[in-house]
């Protein structure tokens, strides 16, 4: 690296000794030309400080940021009126996580040249950082402004955009650039999102669809858009399109194919196909809790409540702290006419989400069930205590009420 830097330096000495020698020529000819001399020098020092500039971004990019620092800080010294030597250190403070430092080099580069686009992007991301959208925005707005054939800083505003909330904006802001970036798919994958967060799944699908099709190498736009097309229903296409994927062998353990793929299966009724996916997931090395409590769910909708408790309280050893792993066993034990444990399993629910209202009506249920009638109506109004307007609750009450009269 070292070698490299002496080769760039060697590169500039021819220019910079005729500037200087041009320089001394001009010194030597009289007091008349000082005025030339000096511009001459200027001239010298700018040269200079670029061919710093040039090694120090060189160093940047090879990780070494004190050799480009220290570079930097001498070219500055040299010429401080050059802006991408201002610029290049705050990328710096940025790699160091100095953000204030990178603030006041952003700003010390667009004093000397407030065209500088780069400036105002990295200023962006300090404000971005900062989660300062509004002057973020504005930063990465006045970038793309300056160097609108950039697509990072088209990308960038947009992302402050939704960031702000005004999701309408940067999708007027994305399509309009459409033709003029007619071959970068993250701008249609971006539009993709836009549309499945505003619940327009049929377009975002065409948008994922166009993105793929530039990017054929990108697996998570052919993800994005069989999620695209299961949101639109097509969950058909959906479930081929996510087979393709698993049956890649880079792919076939993705965890979140899978689960997309039993979510699929189950919204079409293909619910033991959806339950062999979600089996598969839960026995596989690295399952959590949330993978046994989608098991326990399918399994109690359909019918099997002997595995339902058993996956229940596969969630129960996994994480003790699950509230929904006792909901699920509890229902299962009452399924069993075993409601002395469900109550059990519904009052350690509650004790860990006291917020949620099921533990306490199932609990209620359970001991209605059991002959407890008064119990089951302590339950029933602590839960219209809370929620007093819940008919459901009030009905269970009185009925409750008329058994105990």
């Not at 990019?61 to 290049?88: F, H, I, K, S, W």
């Not at 006045?142 to 005004?166: C, H, K, N, Q, W």
């Amino acid at each position: 690296m070292r070698a490299m830097d002496a080769r760039m330096m060697r590169m500039g000495l021819l220019g910079l000794l005729m500037v200087g020698m041009l320089a001394a020529g001009a010194c030597r000819s009289g007091g008349g030309n000082d005025e030339v001399a000096e511009r001459s020098n200027e001239r010298w020092l700018s040269m200079r400080s670029s061919l710093m500039l040039e090694m120090a971004h060189q160093q940047f990019e090879t990780g070494d940021l004190d050799r480009a620092e220290q570079t930097v800080r001498e070219a500055t010294q040299m010429d401080p009126t050059n802006a991408g030597l201002y610029a290049l250190g705050g990328r710096i403070m940025l790699e160091r996580d100095r953000l204030e430092r990178a603030y006041h080099m952003f700003q010390a580069a667009l004093s000397q040249d407030e065209e500088l686009a780069t400036a105002h992007y990295y200023l962006g991301v300090v404000m971005q950082r900062w989660q300062r959208f509004d002057a973020a925005h504005a930063a990465y707005a006045r970038a793309y402004a300056i160097e609108p054939d950039e697509s990072s800083y088209l990308m960038a505003t947009g992302e402050m955009l939704v960031e702000l909330g005004r999701n309408a904006e940067a999708i007027e802001l994305f399509e309009s650039n459409l033709r003029y970036f007619d071959q970068n798919a993250s701008l249609r994958a971006a539009l993709g999102h836009l549309y499945l967060v505003g619940d327009d799944p049929a377009r975002a699908v065409r948008y994922f669809r166009e993105a793929a099709v530039l990017d054929p190498t990108d697996d998570t736009l052919r993800y994005e858009m069989a999620l695209a097309r299961a949101a639109a229903g097509d969950h058909p296409q959906a479930i081929r399109d996510l087979r393709g994927l698993l049956d890649e062998d880079r792919l076939g353990e993705r965890r979140d194919l899978r689960r997309a793929l039993a979510r699929s299966y189950r919204a079409i009724g293909q619910l033991d196909e959806a339950r062999r996916e979600l089996t598969r997931l839960a026995r596989s090395e690295g399952a959590g809790a949330s993978d046994w409590q989608r098991l326990a769910e399918l399994s109690w909708h359909m019918g099997e409540v002997s595995d339902t408790l058993f996956a229940a309280r596969r969630v129960i050893e996994i994480d003790p702290r699950m509230a929904t792993g006792y909901l699920l066993a509890g229902i299962a034990l009452s399924e069993l006419d075993k409601l002395d444990e469900a109550v059990v399993m519904f009052d350690r629910a509650i004790a860990l989400d006291s917020e949620d209202a099921s533990g306490l009506i199932l609990r209620g249920i359970a001991l209605e069930r059991s002959g407890q009638a008064s119990a089951a109506a302590a339950s029933y109004q602590a839960v219209l205590e809370r929620y007093p307007e819940d008919r459901r609750v009030q009905r269970l009450l009185e009925r409750v009420g008329s058994e105990t009269n």
